[in-house]
C-alpha cells in the first residue's frame, strides 16, 4: 500500500502525557468469604434439597475473581447436598459452537478439574413455555433437565439499549441461557424492543424453570469486585434495577469529555461484549444507547487473545492494524452479529501495515483540525483507564480536572522496529 502509505506517512504525531484517573477503589477483600456468607442464608440454604441436580449458569464476559466465584458456589451447593454442574450461558458466543464456548469457559479459569464438577457445553435448548404476548421460550437443554438453575452474572450498563434491566441476571436468563435460539427470538425485534423483551423473557423463565437464586456480582472502577448480592429467583425482577443504578456509578469513564481521536490499544470479548465497551469509548452501534466520550475517530490497534477471534466491535473503528485484522475470525464474530440483528459491529475498518501508520491515519481522518494540534487520548482498552496517555495540549484540561494527576512529562510515541506501539 505505498500510495496509501505515502499519504499518510508525514502527518504529525503529538507528543503524549501519562496520567492517572482516580476513581472509588471500594472492593471485597476476601471474595470467598464472602460469597460463603451470602449464599449460608435460610432463603438461600432452604431451596436445597439433598440430591437434587443444580445447573449453574456461566456466562462469556471477563469478570474479576469469576472461576473463584462459581467454584465457591460450586462447593457450598455440594456441602448442602445437591449435585451441581456447568453449563454456558452465553447465547451464541464463542462462534455459537460448542468447541468455541468451552474454549472460553477454559480461558476464564472455569473448567471441571478447578470447579470440581461436570461442565456441561451443548447447544440444544428447549422450549419451556412462552411470553405473555405468546413468544417461545428457550432455555439450555441441560439447564431445562436439572432439578434447579443458578445463574452468576455481572450486573452492568448494556452496550447496545437502556432499561431497567440490562446486562446482569434477567439478561442471562432472556438471552445468555436461552442459547442461540432463544436469544434470536429475544433479539427478533431489534433493540429498540430490548428494554421491554429482557424482563419479558426473564420473567417467563421465571415462572417456567426453577431459578433457585442469583448471584449479582458488582465491580469498581479498577475491575475488582465490590459488591455480591444472592437474590432468590423471585427477587430478581424487583432488586436487580437497584442493582444497575450502583453499578452505573461504579464505572470508570474517561474524564477528558472531547478528543479527536481516541486509541483503543485491544478490543475483545474480555473487556466488553461490544469488544470496547461504548459506554467508555462512545462507540454505539444502535441509536437505543448513548454516551461515552466525544471522539471524531477511534483506532484500534489489536483484539487480544483472550477473545478467540470474536472481533465483535472491530466495525466501530474508523482505522485498525493488519495484525488485528490477521486475528479477526469471521467464524467467531458472526453469528453474534447474525443474532443481535446489528452488523456494524463486524464490518471491517481501514486497515493499515502497523500502529504508527493507522494511528497517522486516525488523525487524517478528523475533519477540520490542525494535524499539529489533534488531541488525542490513548487507552490501553475500555476496562483499565486507570493510567492512561493524552496528547500534551490535554495537559491543561486534565490539570482542571478533578480526579486527574499527571504522572510525568511530555514525550514522542515510541514505536519498535516494525512500527508498533510501545507501551511504557
Not at 158 to 182: D, V
Not at 253 to 276: A, E
Request: glycine share 10%.
Amino acid at each position: 500500500m505505498s500510495a496509501v502509505n505515502d499519504m499518510i506517512k508525514d502527518i504529525p504525531l503529538p507528543n503524549m502525557v501519562k496520567i492517572r484517573q482516580e476513581f472509588d477503589s471500594t472492593q471485597i477483600d476476601d471474595v470467598e468469604e464472602e460469597v460463603k456468607r451470602i449464599l449460608n442464608t435460610e432463603k438461600i440454604c432452604g431451596r436445597i434439597r439433598k440430591g437434587m441436580s443444580v445447573a449453574v449458569a456461566v456466562g462469556s464476559r471477563g469478570i474479576s475473581n469469576h472461576a473463584l466465584i462459581v467454584k465457591t458456589t460450586i462447593d457450598f451447593l455440594k456441602d448442602q447436598g445437591a449435585m451441581p454442574f456447568l453449563v454456558s450461558a452465553m447465547g451464541s458466543h464463542g462462534g455459537n459452537s460448542i468447541e468455541g464456548q468451552k474454549e472460553i469457559l477454559t480461558g476464564y479459569g472455569i473448567t471441571e478439574e478447578y470447579c470440581g464438577c461436570p461442565v456441561k457445553v451443548g447447544s440444544k435448548s428447549v422450549r419451556i413455555g412462552v411470553t405473555e404476548d405468546g413468544r417461545p421460550v428457550y432455555i439450555d437443554k441441560y439447564a431445562s433437565e436439572a432439578d434447579g438453575i443458578v445463574l452468576i452474572n455481572r450486573i452492568k450498563p448494556h452496550t447496545a439499549f437502556r432499561g431497567p434491566y440490562e446486562s446482569g441476571l434477567m439478561k442471562m436468563m432472556a438471552i445468555g441461557l436461552g442459547k442461540q435460539k432463544g436469544a434470536e427470538v429475544c433479539h427478533r425485534a431489534g433493540f429498540a424492543n430490548m428494554a421491554d423483551n429482557v424482563p419479558g423473557f426473564g420473567k417467563a423463565v421465571l415462572e417456567h424453570a426453577n431459578v433457585l437464586f442469583g448471584i449479582a456480582i458488582l465491580e469498581n472502577a479498577y475491575d475488582q469486585t465490590r459488591e455480591l448480592v444472592a437474590l432468590p429467583g423471585e427477587e430478581i425482577g424487583e432488586k436487580e434495577p437497584e442493582l444497575l443504578e450502583r453499578a452505573r456509578d461504579y464505572m470508570p469513564r474517561i474524564l477528558i469529555d472531547h478528543v479527536d481521536l481516541l486509541i483503543v490499544g485491544q478490543i475483545g470479548k474480555n473487556f466488553s461484549g461490544d469488544g470496547m465497551d461504548p459506554n467508555i469509548s462512545g462507540t454505539f452501534a444502535t441509536k437505543c444507547a448513548d454516551g461515552g466520550l466525544d471522539t471524531q475517530r477511534v483506532a484500534v490497534l489489536d483484539i487480544s487473545k483472550e477473545s478467540h477471534g470474536n472481533g465483535v466491535g472491530f466495525g466501530m473503528a474508523d482505522v485498525s492494524t493488519r495484525k488485528a485484522f490477521e486475528k479477526y475470525d469471521f467464524e467467531m464474530s458472526y453469528p453474534n452479529a447474525l443474532t443481535c440483528l446489528v452488523s456494524e459491529v463486524v464490518k471491517v475498518p481501514m486497515i493499515l501495515d502497523n500502529d504508527k501508520l493507522c494511528i497517522q491515519a486516525g488523525i487524517k481522518l478528523c475533519a477540520g483540525i490542525d494535524y499539529q494540534k489533534a488531541k488525542v487520548i490513548l487507552i490501553p482498552n475500555t476496562l483499565k483507564l486507570e493510567t492512561i496517555y493524552i496528547s500534551d495540549n490535554l495537559s491543561e484540561i486534565a490539570q482542571d480536572t478533578k480526579g486527574v494527576s499527571i504522572l510525568g512529562k511530555a514525550e514522542p510515541m515510541a514505536f519498535d522496529l516494525d512500527d508498533n506501539l510501545i507501551w511504557n
